[in-house]
């Protein structure tokens, strides 16, 4: 928490927006982000797409929730089947 209080502070940052996928990678990433910024100036996106469960959507949207930190859900599925077939 430290080092990224020190980081942040060193390169005059004060927001970050994080990917949040459900998992323990992000959700451990993004406690840290929120204890070290605080949670008003963290937002976390999550990007579901054919390959997210609803289970990890729902993990994630609800870690933020009990972090109070900012969420926005951007589903990806269309995007990534155009890059596909185009």
């Known amino acids: ?3 990224i209080k020190d980081y942040f502070n060193k390169l005059w ?3 970050a927006i994080l990917g949040s996928s459900g998992g ?3 959700a451990l990433v993004l406690a ?3 204890e070290a910024l605080g949670a008003d100036n963290v ?3 999550l ?3 054919s390959f997210s469960s609803s289970h990890s959507v729902d993990d994630a949207v609800q870690l ?3 972090l109070g930190n900012p969420y926005h859900i951007l589903p990806i599925e269309k995007i990534y089947d ?3 077939h185009e």
């Open 43 to 45: 937002v976390s996106v």
């Open 64 to 66: 933020s929730k009990n």
């Open 24 to 26: 323990i990678d992000s």
């Open 82 to 84: 155009n890059f596909l």
């Open 1 to 3: 928490i430290l080092g």
């Open 47 to 49: 990007m579901p797409s």
């Open 32 to 34: 840290l982000a929120v």
């Open 13 to 15: 940052f004060k927001k």
